[in-house]
T-cell receptor, first 111, second 113 residues
Framework: QKEVEQNSGPLSVPEGAIASLNCTYSDRGSQSFFWYRQYSGKSPELIMS????GDKEDGRFTAQLNKASQYVSLLIRDSQPSDSATYLCAPSSGGSYIPTFGRGTSLIVHP | KAGVTQTPRYLIKTRGQQVTLSCSPI?????VSWYQQTPGQGLQFLFE???????NKGNFPGRFSGRQFSNSRSEMNVSTLELGDSALYLCASSPAGGNEKLFFGSGTQLSVL
C-alpha cells in the first residue's frame, strides 16, 4: 500500500511570510513528484513538479526533494492571501506513473 | 483550447441505482483517468484509459467501471449505488499519461441518499 503523508493543517501564516508544506511517501520506487493546489470547491491544478534530488524554483515556489529520506516539500515565499488553498502532494511510481495523492495540507494566509 | 469537461456537475441518486458520468478530455489528450475525492479519504485513483483500453486500475470494487471511446471521451459507471459512494468524482486528462501534468475537470458531485 503506497502511502503519502501530509499534515492536514490548517497551516496559518501571515501575508509576506514563507509557508513550508511537507510530505513523506512510502514507495521507494517513486520517481516523479507533483504538487497540486486545490481551492475550495475547485479542482486540483498542478503548480510544481520535481524529478531529481535537490531544489527546483519557479517564481515564489520552491520544491525540495530528498529521495533517501522519502521527503518532498514545497516552500511558498512572500505568501499572499490568494495562496490560501489545500496543497496536495502526489508522488508517482516508475511503473504505472499513476500519482498517489496525499490528503493535502490546508494553507491559510492572513493579511 | 477548451479544458476538461465533466457532466453532469451535480447528481442525486438513491441507493441501489446506477449512474453514468461523462468526461471530455482536452483536444489531443489520449489519457483519461478518474479519481474519487472524499473528505475522509482524499483523492483516490479509480482507473486510467488510454486509446480505448484500461491501462491502470485502482483498488475499487467491480461496481465501478469505465470505458473510453475512439474520440478519447470517457464514461464512468457506478452500479448498485451505496451511501459511501457519495463523493466528488474527478476526471483528468493528459496527452499520453505517464509522468505528465494532469488537467482536471470541475468534477461531478454525486450524492447518494
Amino acid at each position: 500500500q503506497k502511502e503519502v503523508e501530509q499534515n492536514s493543517g490548517p497551516l496559518s501564516v501571515p501575508e509576506g511570510a514563507i509557508a513550508s508544506l511537507n510530505c513523506t511517501y512510502s514507495d521507494r520506487g517513486s520517481q516523479s513528484f507533483f504538487w497540486y493546489r486545490q481551492y475550495s470547491g475547485k479542482s486540483p491544478e498542478l503548480i510544481m513538479s520535481i524529478y531529481s534530488n535537490g531544489d527546483k524554483e519557479d517564481g515564489r515556489f520552491t520544491a525540495q526533494l530528498n529521495k533517501a529520506s522519502q521527503y518532498v516539500s514545497l516552500l511558498i515565499r512572500d505568501s499572499q492571501p490568494s495562496d490560501s488553498a489545500t496543497y496536495l502532494c502526489a508522488p508517482s511510481s516508475g511503473g504505472s506513473y499513476i500519482p498517489t495523492f496525499g490528503r493535502g495540507t490546508s494553507l491559510i494566509v492572513h493579511p | 483550447k477548451a479544458g476538461v469537461t465533466q457532466t453532469p456537475r451535480y447528481l442525486i441518486k438513491t441507493r441501489g441505482q446506477q449512474v453514468t458520468l461523462s468526461c471530455s478530455p482536452i483536444s489531443g489528450h489520449r489519457s483519461v483517468s478518474w479519481y474519487q475525492q472524499t473528505p475522509g479519504q482524499g483523492l483516490q485513483f479509480l482507473f486510467e484509459y488510454f486509446s480505448e483500453t484500461q491501462r491502470n486500475k485502482g483498488n475499487f470494487p467491480g461496481r465501478f467501471s469505465g470505458r473510453q471511446f475512439s474520440n478519447s471521451r470517457s464514461e464512468m459507471n457506478v452500479s448498485t449505488l451505496e451511501l459511501g459512494d457519495s463523493a466528488l468524482y474527478l476526471c483528468a486528462s493528459s496527452p499520453a499519461g505517464g509522468n505528465e501534468k494532469l488537467f482536471f475537470g470541475s468534477g461531478t458531485q454525486l450524492s447518494v441518499l
